[in-house]
């Protein structure tokens, strides 16, 4: 038995100094879950393997950015253009307040202005970029010289479309230019649906449709919610700016164009289809078309027709959460004429059906006597049912072109209005673009001069009316418009021209 201790011991002890031959850094203690130090008093146990791993690696996974004092971080960024400086707002919730920093986006600012501003204005940009200490920078709101800065980079402040706006078509009243300044600016177009939860979906626009007076922008919605679930519609014009970052982080400026809080009395129903039925905006914007799957509330379609007056104004100088607001430009005083602001008016009507135009008239010279102002309005009688040299006909029938989920169709008698009224001085006085119906006429033959079903056109808003008389002669297969009448509202003359009629 002792032989036997004696053999077993020899042979651990031998495997022991082979073990530690291999492993020199091996300790004289003996394997254990745990590792020892040997003392005076006995063996004294220390932390496991596995603990001292952890701590090492929480050492090396600690956040040493994040312990950096923000004065240092604000310096590191200082150095940073626009474009870093905003992709650091996607990193965490400290880099984004501290990217957000007035100072940082002040100097920008500055640097954008100087870089934009001419030569010879130097004094002009001393106020902008020098005229402030670092405590009243700071005062403003969070993100304020952010949005000045964006602004200034979107060409809102830019002169350049300024002065292109000022060729105008002498038919239209218009400026040439819109369409093209648009388009340089890359103005795109968003809709944001909010349900009742306050959810928040956007969704950009498919297709954008110019005409000589109007744009129509549309969007097919595929996923957007029932309308019962919908309590405000945003609609948003939008200017991005590259900034090297990815398209759906790219800051842009945004700008209200209008806003509609879903109620019952917002919309007023005006055409169906075998698919579709379709509901028009009554306020702010009459111009906004809402398209319904038939025997549902799930939305097919939505179409935003915008008049072209001040739009480019109504995109760049607008805010994310308030609309541009057109300034009211009013006529030189005039005592010597009676009849001032009652005559030298001109008429710009478009018909269009989305794919074609239907009707472009174009009437001038015309007038209204004192004595025919009643129930509050100017009526100006382009078109008269008496005059059979003044009857005009229209292309084709009156519909409404509409896609969605590659679906299309037409909604017949339903079109789109875009009318232009300028005053004498051939200046804009009253701007829509607005869907309108046929309806049959209930009031019997209009004109006994053409044999055919009499049906009638009317449009109202704040501003004045509009009221058109139609035959259809089925062997011409044409509408003939025998009667046209634009009332313009009485408070809007007196306040525009300074007159109390």
Not at 273 to 290: E, F, K
Not at 413 to 439: G, I, R
């Amino acid at each position: 038995m002792a032989t036997g201790r004696g053999q077993l011991l020899a042979t651990a002890t031998s495997s022991r100094g082979r073990a530690r031959a291999l492993s020199p850094d091996m300790p004289d203690a003996p394997t254990r879950s745990h590792q020892n130090t040997r003392t005076k008093h006995g063996w004294t146990p220390l932390e496991p393997r596995g603990l001292l791993s952890h701590s090492k690696s929480l050492k090396h996974s600690e956040n040493h950015i994040k312990r950096m004092p923000p004065e240092i971080l604000l310096k590191i960024f200082s150095y940073m253009d626009a474009a870093s400086l905003f992709c650091l707002t996607y990193v965490n919730r400290h880099f984004s307040d501290l990217a957000n920093n007035n100072d940082l986006w002040y100097r920008l600012y500055s640097q954008e202005c100087e870089k934009r501003r001419r030569p010879w204005k130097a004094k002009e940009i001393s106020k902008v970029t020098d005229g402030m200490s670092g405590a009243s920078i700071q005062e403003k709101p969070r993100g304020y010289w952010k949005r000045l800065l964006f602004k200034e980079m979107a060409g809102c402040n830019d002169k350049k479309w300024k002065r292109d706006l000022k060729d105008v078509n002498p038919y239209t009243g218009l400026p040439k230019q819109t369409e093209r300044v648009l388009r340089n600016l890359g103005v795109k177009w968003e809709i944001t649906v909010i349900d009742n939860t306050g959810k928040k979906h956007t969704f950009a626009h498919s297709d954008v449709l110019f005409t000589e007076s109007s744009i129509t922008v549309s969007w097919e919605c595929k996923d957007w919610p029932f309308l019962q679930k919908v309590s405000c519609l945003q609609i948003h014009s939008v200017v991005q700016m590259n900034l090297g970052c990815a398209a759906e982080n790219r800051p842009g400026w945004k700008s209200l164009i209008a806003k509609i809080e879903e109620k019952r009395e917002s919309w007023k129903f005006f055409g169906t289809s075998m698919l579709v039925r379709v509901q028009r905006a009554l306020h702010p914007v009459s111009g906004i078309i809402l398209g319904l799957w038939r025997g549902s509330c799930s939305v097919a379609f939505m179409k935003v027709n915008l008049h072209l007056h001040k739009l480019v104004e109504k995109c760049l100088l607008g805010s994310l959460h308030h609309p541009y607001q057109l300034i009211e430009e009013r006529a030189p005083f005039d005592d010597v004429d009676s009849e001032y602001g009652l005559h030298g008016y001109t008429v710009h009507i478009v018909l269009h059906s989305m794919a074609k135009c239907i009707m472009s008239g174009h009437f001038s010279k015309l007038f209204c006597r004192r004595e025919h102002i009643y129930d509050g309005y100017v009526p100006l009688r382009l078109i008269d049912k008496a005059n059979t040299s003044q009857h005009t006909t229209l292309s084709g029938k009156i519909n409404l072109e509409w896609k969605a989920e590659a679906l299309n169709g037409t909604i017949e008698n339903c079109t789109v209005m875009n009318l232009t009224v300028l005053d004498e001085a051939q200046k804009p006085f009253w701007c829509e673009s607005s869907p309108v119906s046929l309806v049959l006429s209930n009031q019997g033959p209009v004109c006994y001069n053409y044999d055919g079903p009499a049906f009638v056109i009317k449009y109202k808003s704040s501003e004045g009316k509009v009221k058109m008389d139609l035959v259809w002669l089925e062997e011409q297969g044409q509408f003939f418009l025998v009667n046209f009448t634009v009332f313009l509202s009485v408070t809007k003359v007196n306040k525009h021209f300074g007159r109390d009629y």
